[in-house]
C-alpha cells in the first residue's frame, strides 16, 4: 500500500510541471559570476609570485 501511495505522489509531483519561481537563467548567470570572480581572483593573487 506504502508504495502505490508514494508512486502517485510523484506522479502527481510530475504532472504539476509549471513556471519555475525563481528564472533558471538568473540562477545559471548568478553561479558563473561568482565563479569568474574567484578565478580572477586567484589569479591576481598567484601572478606575481615566482615558481619554485
Not at 26 to 33: C, P, Q, T
Request: hydrophobic content about 60%; overall charge negative.
Amino acid at each position: 500500500m506504502q508504495i502505490s501511495l508514494t508512486a502517485a505522489a510523484v506522479l502527481k509531483a510530475a504532472e504539476e510541471a509549471g513556471e519555475p519561481a525563481v528564472n533558471p537563467w538568473l540562477i545559471g548567470g548568478s553561479a558563473f559570476a561568482i565563479l569568474a570572480l574567484l578565478l580572477l581572483g586567484l589569479v591576481f593573487f598567484g601572478g606575481g609570485r615566482d615558481h619554485s
